[in-house]
């Protein structure tokens, strides 16, 4: 087994931070200061929390994918989890949720991701 990093405990810090004038800035910082501890301390799996996925669209996606691209680090990325429900009986609520999975998936194709 080889122990990674994961993006989440920098997200939390960050956010706790109130120093971000939105939410995607504190996505995109946190992600490049896991990825460069990663680097610094010669772990080679990083994971991602990719949460809200509709965040990730146009320029927000190229600035992602191009700051990802620009580490060596191994990518894997946890499933959406905020206010999803795909076994809710409200099937508004569960096609919604599969649309989150189905959005992050395709990221995760876009920029390579194991």
Excluded: W
């Amino acid at each position: 087994m080889e122990l990674g990093v994961s993006t989440l405990g920098y997200i939390v810090e960050y956010g706790i931070s109130g120093r971000y004038n939105g939410l995607f800035d504190l996505m995109l910082e946190a992600t490049k200061d896991c990825l460069e501890f990663a680097e610094e301390n010669g772990l080679k799996i990083v994971e991602l929390i990719i949460d809200p996925s509709d965040l990730y669209r146009d320029k927000n996606k190229s600035d992602f994918i191009d700051l990802i691209n620009s580490y060596s680090s191994t990518l894997q990325v946890h499933g959406p989890f905020v206010d999803l429900c795909m076994c809710s009986h409200n099937i508004k609520i569960s096609n919604a949720s599969v649309e989150s999975y189905i959005e992050t998936a395709q990221l995760c194709v876009d920029f390579g991701a194991t």
